[in-house]
């Protein structure tokens, strides 16, 4: 669970496909990620393409490479949104994920 800190593709509003920098709220117990930590992060899914709300939303940590977006762990429960094609970069996490909507 996080909190949005910071939009970093310099737009107002928050959609899917956009990178911003998450703050920790929870952790997992054995895991790497801490409670306070600030990550890069993917919003992946949401209730519609253009969020109303962040707490709706499915975020993805990520490592930035050159133009692409590597995901930090090796799996994605759940569906992705189908928007993230048209964006340079997220073609990675569409491999991991099951589905698409």
Do not use: E, W
């Amino acid at each position: 669970m996080g909190r949005v800190i910071k939009i970093l593709n310099k737009k107002k509003d928050l959609q899917v496909g956009h990178l911003v920098l998450v703050s920790v709220l929870k952790n997992i117990s054995n895991s790497k990620i801490r409670k306070g930590d600030v990550h890069k992060a993917v919003i992946v899914t949401g209730k519609t393409p253009y969020l109303d709300t962040v707490k709706s939303s499915i975020l993805v940590k990520v490592a930035s490479k050159g133009g692409d977006y590597i995901p930090v762990g090796s799996r994605l429960k759940g569906p992705v949104c189908s928007v993230l094609k048209k964006f340079n970069g997220m073609l990675k996490i569409l491999h991991l994920s099951k589905r698409t909507f």
